[in-house]
């Protein structure tokens, strides 16, 4: 670790830095490059290889539609209609006309390469060409059979012959021309496999990429590769993605669709014989990268000892002042940023230097000022002492009652006069025991006048607020209600839990005049562009308490009595209710918040 630290200089830092900046633009350079060399040679090669696939797939069906025209000139011919159309109408067709169909059907197998024999059968599936007895019914399915009768004609490429795995199916069926093109028969095509084999390389690169012609149910018509495994063909069909893995290789996959046999063309080519040649750009980048993080260390050295230089001469100058006094330096470079460094440093000295000189008036004056604080806490003492002497005094006098107003006056005096070591912050069982030492000291000028009523659930004494909060309120309650009140008055303080459990309301209410809607909307709008009231005496303690309330808690300090409150959710606030003769009552909403919290 100390090895380590000796190292950590600035001129190593830059080094490094300058170092890991480089390498990581090259290697951002480098990925895009390949990346973007590598896709546009994946893509032509895509192209490339679709295009030859609808060339192959073009050859294949050339060959087909030649072999569906042959078999529509057997299915058309006269000789083969009144065969057909005797058999319909319930006359058999003898030995001889049997074997004289040879001569119309044979044209197919002499035109066509690969046919190793064309079948005839009647409308009940009974063969007529060739001369052995047999039934279509054995030799094909069912479903095959009714979609060539559904075809009406139109050839239908069976497939790979479960009977002879070596050969491929199709049929058609045959209409009576003179019969109103009613089913006639079917005719039967056999090719050999052989005929559909793919030996030479269409791409014209040798021969790497794997051609495979698929036919219903997955069956594997043709192949160039003989070894290829069968059971791979489903998921090559299915597969979404133009690369898929064969074993432990990846392949690009391209799908042809013929429309003549709904058969599928399939194209594997290997993705290393594709990017072959990115191997010779990675190796150009790679070199690149090497030869220029070699070259940019090599000249990093003189730059990063031309830039540190001038800052090891200040270091050096800095290290003096440990041996003597604050001295500036006199060096200049010629660098605009080392001048200013300079010229910083030899200002900083100029003022730790006279900052030396005042530490003394400081000390001075930070004496004087922690007289000036003792000073301020005998006034309150003074005042505490005086209360207590006249407590006593009545007492003897035996002035029980006055006692007891002088005993609340200097609680509710050394409640209010925070010291500098007094927090802020209060319970609400100490804020409502000030309220009730408030309510008697006015139950002295007001007498039966006054009357009050303070409930508050046990469970939140302990509730952390603001100190003197709820008095203005009071206050208010006292002052604006009951003294404009004829004949006693009351004032009411609840405390109840809000709605939305995590806030508590405190409501203050009085029985007086109230406000009219004027002067109620007057004390709103105040509330809400957070402006004093227009006069005295129109919720100026109101006013107080929304702003401490917007101190301490944030936000807005709570809603006026025009605003609203967001669904679902209580914010710290104030709102103000009243009616002309129905009194007013003030309500303040604050977090459950105890001393732990």
């Given at each position: 670790m100390r090895r380590f630290r000796e190292w950590n200089t600035l001129r190593n830092q830059m080094l490094v830095g300058f170092l890991g900046v480089m390498i990581i633009i090259l290697c951002v350079v480098g990925v895009f490059t390949f990346d973007s060399v590598s896709r546009l040679l994946k893509n032509n090669a895509e192209k490339h290889i679709q295009q030859t696939a609808v060339e192959a797939n073009g050859r294949l069906e050339a060959v087909l539609n030649q072999i569906d025209s042959l078999t529509t000139q057997v299915a058309t011919n006269a000789y083969v209609q009144k065969v057909l159309l005797n058999e319909q109408g319930g006359k058999p067709a003898t030995f001889a006309e049997?074997?004289?169909?040879?001569?119309?059907?044979?044209?197919?197998?002499?035109?066509?390469?690969?046919?190793?024999?064309?079948?005839?059968?009647?409308?009940?599936?009974?063969?007529?060409?060739?001369?052995?007895?047999?039934?279509?019914?054995?030799?094909?399915?069912?479903?095959?059979?009714?979609?060539?009768?559904?075809?009406?004609?139109?050839?239908?490429?069976?497939?790979?012959?479960?009977?002879?795995?070596?050969?491929?199916?199709?049929?058609?069926?045959?209409?009576?021309?003179?019969?109103?093109?009613?089913?006639?028969?079917?005719?039967?095509?056999?090719?050999?496999?052989?005929?559909?084999?793919?030996?030479?390389?269409?791409?014209?690169?040798?021969?790497?990429?794997?051609?495979?012609?698929?036919?219903?149910?997955?069956?594997?018509?043709?192949?160039?590769?003989?070894?290829?495994?069968?059971?791979?063909?489903?998921?090559?069909?299915?597969?979404?993605?133009?690369?898929?893995?064969?074993?432990?290789?990846?392949?690009?996959?391209?799908?042809?669709?013929?429309?003549?046999?709904?058969?599928?063309?399939?194209?594997?080519?290997?993705?290393?014989?594709?990017?072959?040649?990115?191997?010779?750009?990675?190796?150009?980048?790679?070199?690149?990268?090497?030869?220029?993080?070699?070259?940019?260390?090599?000249?990093?050295?003189?730059?990063?000892?031309?830039?540190?230089?001038?800052?090891?001469?200040?270091?050096?100058?800095?290290?003096?002042?440990?041996?003597?006094?604050?001295?500036?330096?006199?060096?200049?470079?010629?660098?605009?940023?080392?001048?200013?460094?300079?010229?910083?440093?030899?200002?900083?000295?100029?003022?730790?230097?006279?900052?030396?000189?005042?530490?003394?008036?400081?000390?001075?004056?930070?004496?004087?000022?922690?007289?000036?604080?003792?000073?301020?806490?005998?006034?309150?003492?003074?005042?505490f002492n005086t209360l207590e002497a006249l407590y006593w005094s009545l007492q003897e006098k035996q002035e029980e009652e006055l006692a007891e107003y002088v005993i609340a006056m200097a609680d509710l005096f050394r409640y209010t006069i925070t010291g500098p070591n007094k927090e802020e912050w209060v319970t609400l069982g100490d804020e409502l025991e000030h309220i009730e030492r408030y309510l008697l000291i006015m139950k002295m000028r007001l007498g039966d006048r006054i009357a009050w009523s303070v409930s508050m659930p046990p469970a939140y004494a302990a509730v952390r607020m603001p100190k003197l909060l709820i008095q203005p309120l009071v206050e208010n309650a006292i002052l604006h209600g009951i003294e404009g009140r004829i004949g006693p008055g009351t004032v009411t303080i609840r405390v109840e839990p809000a709605g939305d459990g995590i806030h508590l309301g405190i409501s203050v209410e009085d029985d007086g005049r109230g406000m009219d809607e004027e002067t109620l909307r007057s004390v709103n709008r105040a509330l809400e562009s957070g402006q004093s009231p227009p006069s005295k005496g129109t919720g100026m303690g109101i006013f107080n308490v929304r702003q401490r309330l917007k101190l301490y808690y944030g936000r807005g300090g709570g809603r006026a009595g025009g605003e609203t409150e967001r669904p679902g959710r209580l914010e710290p606030g104030l709102s103000v209710s009243s009616g002309s003769g129905e009194g007013t009552r003030v309500m303040i909403t604050i977090p459950l918040r105890t001393g732990e919290e």
């Amino acid at each position: 670790m100390r090895r380590f630290r000796e190292w950590n200089t600035l001129r190593n830092q830059m080094l490094v830095g300058f170092l890991g900046v480089m390498i990581i633009i090259l290697c951002v350079v480098g990925v895009f490059t390949f990346d973007s060399v590598s896709r546009l040679l994946k893509n032509n090669a895509e192209k490339h290889i679709q295009q030859t696939a609808v060339e192959a797939n073009g050859r294949l069906e050339a060959v087909l539609n030649q072999i569906d025209s042959l078999t529509t000139q057997v299915a058309t011919n006269a000789y083969v209609q009144k065969v057909l159309l005797n058999e319909q109408g319930g006359k058999p067709a003898t030995f001889a006309e049997r074997q004289a169909l040879l001569s119309s059907i044979k044209i197919v197998q002499t035109y066509a390469d690969g046919i190793t024999s064309v079948e005839l059968y009647s409308g009940d599936n009974r063969r007529l060409f060739p001369l052995d007895e047999g039934r279509l019914d054995k030799k094909v399915g069912q479903e095959w059979i009714a979609r060539a009768k559904e075809g009406k004609g139109r050839m239908v490429w069976i497939g790979k012959d479960p009977l002879e795995p070596n050969t491929v199916l199709a049929i058609r069926s045959v209409s009576l021309m003179d019969h109103w093109f009613t089913h006639g028969g079917y005719v039967l095509v056999r090719m050999d496999r052989e005929a559909f084999r793919l030996s030479e390389s269409l791409s014209g690169d040798g021969g790497r990429e794997t051609m495979l012609v698929v036919g219903p149910n997955y069956s594997l018509i043709a192949s160039s590769a003989p070894t290829f495994n069968a059971g791979a063909i489903q998921p090559l069909v299915e597969a979404e993605e133009t690369v898929v893995s064969i074993g432990k290789e990846k392949y690009m996959l391209v799908k042809q669709s013929s429309e003549v046999t709904g058969w599928i063309f399939l194209i594997l080519t290997p993705v290393s014989a594709i990017t072959e040649g990115i191997s010779v750009l990675r190796t150009a980048i790679l070199m690149s990268a090497g030869l220029g993080t070699l070259l940019f260390i090599v000249l990093s050295f003189p730059m990063s000892t031309i830039i540190t230089r001038p800052v090891f001469k200040l270091i050096k100058t800095m290290r003096g002042a440990r041996l003597g006094g604050l001295k500036p330096t006199t060096r200049i470079s010629s660098t605009i940023e080392i001048n200013e460094l300079n010229h910083t440093y030899n200002q900083m000295v100029e003022h730790m230097n006279e900052l030396i000189e005042l530490v003394y008036e400081k000390e001075l004056i930070q004496s004087r000022t922690e007289l000036k604080a003792l000073q301020a806490q005998i006034h309150p003492h003074f005042l505490f002492n005086t209360l207590e002497a006249l407590y006593w005094s009545l007492q003897e006098k035996q002035e029980e009652e006055l006692a007891e107003y002088v005993i609340a006056m200097a609680d509710l005096f050394r409640y209010t006069i925070t010291g500098p070591n007094k927090e802020e912050w209060v319970t609400l069982g100490d804020e409502l025991e000030h309220i009730e030492r408030y309510l008697l000291i006015m139950k002295m000028r007001l007498g039966d006048r006054i009357a009050w009523s303070v409930s508050m659930p046990p469970a939140y004494a302990a509730v952390r607020m603001p100190k003197l909060l709820i008095q203005p309120l009071v206050e208010n309650a006292i002052l604006h209600g009951i003294e404009g009140r004829i004949g006693p008055g009351t004032v009411t303080i609840r405390v109840e839990p809000a709605g939305d459990g995590i806030h508590l309301g405190i409501s203050v209410e009085d029985d007086g005049r109230g406000m009219d809607e004027e002067t109620l909307r007057s004390v709103n709008r105040a509330l809400e562009s957070g402006q004093s009231p227009p006069s005295k005496g129109t919720g100026m303690g109101i006013f107080n308490v929304r702003q401490r309330l917007k101190l301490y808690y944030g936000r807005g300090g709570g809603r006026a009595g025009g605003e609203t409150e967001r669904p679902g959710r209580l914010e710290p606030g104030l709102s103000v209710s009243s009616g002309s003769g129905e009194g007013t009552r003030v309500m303040i909403t604050i977090p459950l918040r105890t001393g732990e919290e």
